[in-house]
C-alpha cells in the first residue's frame, strides 16, 4: 500500500478507475476534469493510480473533508459482501467521510437486473435504489415506523441526500450529496 502524505487534497477523487480517466457522470455541469485536481485510486498497480491501495481495507487513506467530489465507477459492486450491513455502511461512511460538506459522490454499477450484476466473479454487493434510502438521516426520521424499513441508525452515523439516481437495464447510476455542518 503506498504512504499517502499528511494532507493530500484533490478535488475529485476516482476510486477503482483501472487504467480509465474518463468522467462518466456530470456534477455540477462539469463534463471533464480541466479545471480539477483528479487522484485515481486502484488495487492494481498496473493501471498506475496515483494511489494503490485496496478499498475494501478501512480506513480509507485521505484526510477528512478533502474531496469536493469522488467519483465511482463499476467498483462498489466489488466491496463487502451482499447482506453486510458492517461493511456496507463502512464504505459509504468512508465516502462521506472524505468529501467536504456537500460535496458529491457520483458512482455507476451494474443493475439488480443485469446479467453483471451476480455474473461477474469479482461482484460480491448488488445496489439499488432502495440501498441508497439507507444512507439519508431524513428517510430513517420519515419511516422508520411507517414502513418495513429496517433501522441502521446505529451503523450509520454518516447522511446523504439523494441528487440523482437512474436505474437502466445493465446500469444503475447515482449522485449523492454529503450532508454535514459546514466548518468555519
Request: with cysteine.
Given at each position: 500500500m503506498d504512504t499517502i502524505p499528511k494532507g493530500l487534497r484533490a478535488d475529485v477523487l476516482l476510486l477503482g478507475s483501472g487504467s480509465s480517466r474518463e468522467r462518466r457522470l456530470l456534477v455540477g455541469g462539469r463534463s471533464d476534469w480541466s479545471d480539477q485536481t483528479v487522484v485515481a485510486v486502484d488495487i492494481e498497480p498496473r493501471h498506475n493510480p496515483d494511489v494503490v491501495w485496496d478499498l475494501d481495507t478501512t480506513p480509507w487513506p485521505f484526510d477528512d473533508n478533502c474531496a469536493e467530489e469522488i467519483h465511482a465507477y463499476e467498483i462498489l459492486e466489488h466491496l463487502g459482501k451482499q447482506g453486510d450491513a458492517a461493511s456496507?455502511?463502512?464504505?459509504?461512511?468512508?465516502?462521506?467521510?472524505?468529501?467536504?460538506?456537500?460535496?458529491?459522490?457520483?458512482?455507476?454499477?451494474?443493475?439488480?437486473?443485469?446479467?453483471?450484476?451476480?455474473?461477474?466473479?469479482?461482484?460480491?454487493?448488488?445496489?439499488?435504489?432502495?440501498?441508497?434510502?439507507?444512507?439519508?438521516?431524513?428517510?430513517?426520521?420519515?419511516?422508520?415506523?411507517?414502513?418495513?424499513?429496517?433501522?441502521?441508525?446505529?451503523?450509520?452515523?454518516?447522511?446523504?441526500?439523494?441528487?440523482?439516481?437512474?436505474?437502466?437495464?445493465?446500469?444503475?447510476?447515482?449522485?449523492?450529496?454529503?450532508i454535514k455542518p459546514v466548518r468555519s
Open positions: 456496507f455502511f463502512r464504505h459509504f461512511y468512508e465516502c462521506w467521510r472524505i468529501l467536504k460538506p456537500d460535496g458529491h459522490l457520483a458512482a455507476t454499477c451494474p443493475s439488480w437486473n443485469s446479467q453483471w450484476a451476480w455474473g461477474d466473479p469479482g461482484h460480491t454487493r448488488v445496489l439499488t435504489i432502495g440501498s441508497l434510502s439507507f444512507l439519508s438521516q431524513q428517510i430513517y426520521k420519515d419511516d422508520i415506523g411507517k414502513t418495513t424499513m429496517s433501522d441502521y441508525r446505529s451503523m450509520w452515523r454518516g447522511d446523504f441526500e439523494k441528487v440523482a439516481a437512474q436505474e437502466a437495464k445493465e446500469r444503475f447510476a447515482f449522485v449523492l450529496r454529503a
